[in-house]
């Protein structure tokens, strides 16, 4: 396998932590900084957002620049915001700085998976872009849970401090390690317009978008399921744990799936094991005490690895439908990704400070369920479609 493929995961690694943290962090921020749990869920639904649009426009600005500082400096910049986010003494430039902040990690990992998925010799993008996900997928394990247990006990601006910390090395060592000559994404605003004339990415697109609304409300407030569940904050860390392990299981084995099964398969397999993870969490309240954590960790378990392993096939089978195209397509499939979060974010919190948390998931099944019914629509990837 490349090699460069590895320096890409190793730096995911670290926005991953980031990215996979902020929801447990939330009641600490909004403690700290006098705003209500719903509202602090603004720091993931202006984040989701950049996510969605910034990375796409800075593309056009970069023009032709070489991947190789794109990488670097995208997560150099990530070092800035997280030092910033430290000394920021309130909410609303609190927000503006995770804001600026989404832009630089979005910009990173939509090339970072997008050189994965180029570089790959043919039938293994599912692989080489698993690999990406593995760095992701080894946050998630190890990262964000000592991440969480630090800031409930060093404060959560500590996690920021150590996360400026990592990023500055990273991008040290993504342009140090990696080699000069990737040429960068030189499509005009018309080249990349005209992929979405495609019916197939267009359909993807609407199935992603449809997807996130329903399932991402569980992700972003996961602290306030804890509590519907009768489990102390405290145990937050063996909970996101518990994703950790799901998110590792799914890097092992999603690409492997989506080469050997399909990825439009393995997809639909993925939304529906979504929707029966959905149906745990409703249950959970009425689990005997004693045995309420174990039950939640394994479902958190569960969610960590179907939600990835349909992230991971839906991408794979972007490039397929768009092989002319792939930065282009799965740069979308992330804004479409991110657009969906933020709306999740953003009505989430309305219905969890009005109806409670075990709502989301009733509320977010069916919409599952009608993502599933419009990814049908998707055609075959071309590797799917030979005898």
């Not at 499509?187 to 609407?206: D, Y």
């Amino acid at each position: 396998m490349d090699s460069r493929v590895f320096w890409l995961a190793v730096a995911a690694f670290v926005g991953a932590i980031e990215g996979g943290l902020i929801a447990g962090i939330l009641p600490l921020i909004s403690a700290d900084l006098g705003v209500s749990l719903g509202q602090a869920g603004q720091l993931v639904l202006f984040y989701s957002l950049a996510y969605a649009f910034g990375p796409p426009t800075l593309a056009l600005l970069l023009g032709g620049v070489g991947r190789r500082r794109i990488l670097a400096w995208s997560e150099f910049a990530l070092a800035v915001c997280a030092l910033v986010i430290v000394l920021m003494p309130f909410f609303e430039g609190l927000v503006l700085v995770r804001t600026l902040l989404a832009v630089a990690a979005g910009t990173y990992t939509g090339t970072a998976m997008a050189t994965a998925a180029m570089i790959a010799p043919a039938g293994q993008r599912g692989r080489y872009m698993q690999v990406i996900s593995m760095g992701q997928a080894i946050a998630s394990l190890a990262g964000v849970p000592l991440g969480a247990l630090l800031a409930a006990h060093l404060g959560w601006r500590f996690e920021y401090i150590a996360l400026a910390i990592m990023a500055s090395l990273a991008a040290l060592a993504l342009y140090v390690r990696l080699p000069r000559g990737m040429p960068g994404d030189t499509m005009t605003i018309g080249e990349r317009l005209r992929v979405l004339r495609n019916p197939g990415v267009g359909t993807a697109l609407l199935s992603t978008l449809i997807f996130m609304i329903g399932s991402a409300p569980l992700m972003v407030y996961i602290s306030a399921l804890l509590t519907a569940a009768h489990v102390g904050y405290e145990a937050l860390p063996l909970v996101l744990l518990a994703g950790g392990i799901g998110a590792i299981a799914c890097s092992a084995t999603a690409g492997l799936m989506s080469d050997r099964f399909g990825s439009k398969r393995t997809a639909t397999i993925a939304g529906l094991a979504v929707i029966a993870v959905m149906a745990v969490f409703v249950v959970l309240p009425q689990v005997p005490t004693e045995l309420a954590l174990p039950a939640l960790m394994l479902t958190v378990g569960a969610q960590g690895f179907v939600v990835r392993t349909y992230s991971i096939a839906v991408a794979s089978h972007m490039a397929q439908i768009a092989p002319s195209a792939v930065p282009v397509a799965i740069s979308l499939n992330m804004s479409a990704f991110q657009i969906g979060m933020a709306i999740a974010a953003a009505v989430g919190g309305v219905v969890l400070d009005s109806l409670g948390a075990m709502t989301l998931p009733l509320i977010g099944a069916p919409l599952v369920a009608l993502s599933l019914l419009i990814w049908r629509l998707v055609p075959m990837g071309e590797a799917e479609r030979l005898p």
